[in-house]
Structures are given as structure tokens and as C-alpha cells.
T-cell receptor
Framework: DVKVTQSSRYLVKRTGEKVFLECVQD?????MFWYRQDPGLGLRLIYF???????EKGDIPEGYSVSREKKERFSLILESASTNQTSMYLC????????????FGQGTRLTVV | GEDVEQSLFLSVREGDSSVINCTYT??????LYWYKQEPGAGLQLLTY?????DMKQDQRLTVLLNKKDKHLSLRIADTQTGDSAIYFC????????????FGSGTRLSIRP
């Protein structure tokens, strides 16, 4: 079974802290994605990566950065957390172009206080 | 631009059919998807349809695609309490990473 694992289910951080959200997939997938999920807004794409060290901005990249040093790992970084970044964060991966399915992690619920 | 829209809520009686609708804007979409999210869980692929198809049936699920109107629907026959979830419509945008764009999700609730 494909597995996408996010390092934490729940996180509570203080305003201004640097926050790392980690995601690991075990199926040698080319593409990895970070979304945030908010009620009534669905999933909004923050950043995605189609290869090691490659990244592209999604729809809402402001306040976030990403790192993909190894193919299996895609990290989302909040340089200085703010309360409006309180959300559910979902990582996903797909095997390549023309992919028929995105595999999701279980999500990280981040609260910034 | 890329946009996927769906209504936020749907309530149906147990045993009836549920129809969840979705519209999308990008005519270059290759695949269109329906994902299901149960409480406290991530998203799981329910079904998908290739953009050159009109219909796909899989047990209780029927997907209809009207490419001219950019309209996608998911019909769940004989809706059960276990079908209570949020259903997300999504489209795959051809690009280097086959970016997937999601709608806002439709919360399906089942009444007895």
C-alpha cells in the first residue's frame, strides 16, 4: 500500500515561531503537494514539487516555503507562524504525469496561538 | 484560471439517491475526480473519470461528465449512513506535476 506519512497529527505553536511540517512517501512518487484545508474553502494548494530540489508556488504560497532535498520527503516551513495559519495541512503525492490518483497523508492540524 | 465549484451542503434521506454537482473552468483537464473525506481522516479517492468519457459506473456510484458545460456529477444510489462525509470534486491540470485543483467540498448528511 502507498503510504504518505505526516510527522504530526496535532501541533500547537506560538505566533512568530518557525514551524516545520514533514511529509514522507514510500512509493518513489515524483510529485508532492502541500494543501491547507479550511471550512468552506476546500483544499487550497500552497506549494508543489515535481522533482528533487524543484518547487512551484501554488495558489496561496505567501508566508510559506518548502524544501525537497530527497525524493521521498517534502517539508513545509512557516518562517514566522501567524494565527491566520491555523488550519489543517494535508500532504499528497502522485506518481507522475497523467497520474490517476493522489495519495494523501492523514493531515496535521496546526493551531497558532 | 483554474477553479472548481460545488455546493457546501446536501442532505438526503437514507435509501434515496444523492447527487453531488461540480463545475470546473479549465477545459484542458485530463482527469476529474471525486474524493471522500470521513471525519478526522485524510482524503481517499472514490472514483475518477477521464476527460474523454461521458459516464462511469462503479457499483452504487455513477459519474456523469458534461465536457461542453464543464459539469461533473456524482450519484450515490441507495445512500447509507456510512456515506456521510465531505465529497471533493477535483480536476487534474496537465503540467509538469499534473497539479490537482480541488473544490470546496460538499458535506453530505443522511437523515433517517
Amino acid at each position: 500500500d502507498v503510504k504518505v506519512t505526516q510527522s504530526s497529527r496535532y501541533l500547537v505553536k506560538r505566533t512568530g515561531e518557525k514551524v516545520f511540517l514533514e511529509c514522507v512517501q514510500d512509493m518513489d512518487h515524483e510529485n508532492m503537494f502541500w494543501y491547507r484545508q479550511d471550512p468552506g474553502l476546500g483544499l487550497r494548494l500552497i506549494y508543489f514539487s515535481y522533482d528533487v530540489k524543484m518547487k512551484e508556488k501554488g495558489d496561496i504560497p505567501e508566508g510559506y516555503s518548502v524544501s525537497r532535498e530527497k525524493k521521498e520527503r517534502f517539508s513545509l516551513i512557516l518562517e514566522s507562524a501567524s494565527t491566520n495559519q491555523t488550519s489543517m495541512y494535508l500532504c499528497a503525492s502522485t506518481p507522475g504525469q497523467g497520474a490517476t490518483e493522489a495519495f494523501f497523508g492523514q493531515g496535521t492540524r496546526l493551531t497558532v496561538v | 484560471g483554474e477553479d472548481v465549484e460545488q455546493s457546501l451542503f446536501l442532505s438526503v434521506r437514507e435509501g434515496d439517491s444523492s447527487v453531488i454537482n461540480c463545475t470546473y473552468t479549465d477545459s484542458s483537464s485530463t482527469y476529474l475526480y471525486w474524493y471522500k473525506q470521513e471525519p478526522g481522516a485524510g482524503l481517499q479517492l472514490l472514483t475518477y473519470i477521464f476527460s474523454n468519457m461521458d459516464m462511469k459506473q462503479d457499483q452504487r456510484l455513477t459519474v456523469l461528465l458534461n465536457k461542453k458545460d464543464k459539469h461533473l456529477s456524482l450519484r450515490i444510489a441507495d445512500t447509507q449512513t456510512g456515506d456521510s462525509a465531505i465529497y471533493f470534486c477535483a480536476e487534474s491540470i496537465p503540467s509538469s506535476a499534473s497539479k490537482i485543483i480541488f473544490g470546496s467540498g460538499t458535506r453530505l448528511s443522511i437523515r433517517p
